[in-house]
């Protein structure tokens, strides 16, 4: 099954910096979609990007898709220390006679904003 | 936030005893997902359901079961629980169509001695 993979597996930056995490996947898809996780929580879907999608803007967050290289992108500027936690790609893939969309997940890129 | 509640929110169990974890919706959505989290593994699909009394098994279903009676309610059940099952494990739920979001819940985090 395809997988979505991110890269950097953990990312150490000064507050202000710009973070940029990637995230690879194997086979096409509908669409890929950012979630954070802060600690001891559940995930938070960030932003949606769409396969006929190239760029996606949404606050400080900045998406790119790749289809041509099933990679993705994910650029947080201006990053604060309430940035800190996980980040992790999901990718569509529908499934069985019923037409259900699951969600690969990949392991997640840990990123820490120091004040 | 979206309206889902996990219960319980921690669990510690042994080996052999069955458990039940619990997930509710609010929002109406047709489908649920249970997903079990592991360090170096990410998240990784259990069951889901498409509708009352429709699921399916994801990737890593061996050892659990689920029941959906209610729209809802989404129940994962371990039937004999064993030390490989201790995970933190998460409900979402997601509306029908191609290109929406998953809602998660804060998780339940289980352990099994």
């Known amino acids: 099954s395809q997988q979505g993979e991110e890269d950097p597996q953990a990312l150490s930056i000064q507050e202000g910096e710009n973070a940029t995490m990637n995230c690879s996947y194997k086979?096409?898809?509908?669409?890929l979609q950012w979630y954070r996780q802060n600690s001891g929580r559940g995930l938070v879907h960030l932003i949606l990007?769409?396969?006929?999608?190239r760029e996606k803007h949404s606050g400080r967050l900045r998406v790119t898709l790749d289809t041509s290289k099933k990679s993705s992108s994910l650029l947080i500027t201006a990053s604060r220390a309430a940035d800190t936690a996980s980040y992790f790609c999901?990718?569509?893939?529908?499934?069985?006679?019923?037409?259900?969309?699951?969600?690969?997940f990949g392991t997640g890129t840990r990123l820490k904003v120091l004040a | 936030d979206a309206g889902i509640t996990q219960s319980p929110r921690h669990k510690v169990t042994e080996t052999g005893t069955p458990v039940t974890l619990r997930c509710h919706q609010t929002e109406n959505h047709r489908y649920m997902y249970w997903y079990r989290q592991d360090p170096g593994h990410g998240l990784r699909l259990i069951h889901y359901s498409y509708g009352v009394k429709d699921t399916d098994k994801g990737e890593v279903s061996d050892g659990y079961s689920v029941s959906r009676s209610k729209t809802e309610d989404f129940l994962l059940t371990l039937e004999s629980a064993t030390s490989s099952q201790t995970s933190v494990y998460f409900c979402a739920i997601k509306q029908g169509g191609p290109n929406q979001p998953q809602h998660f819940g804060d998780g339940t985090r289980l352990s099994i001695l």
């Open positions: 990007i769409r396969s006929n999608e």
């Open positions: 999901a990718t569509d893939e529908v499934v069985g006679s019923s037409g259900t969309y699951k969600y690969i």
């Open positions: 086979t096409s898809i509908n669409n």
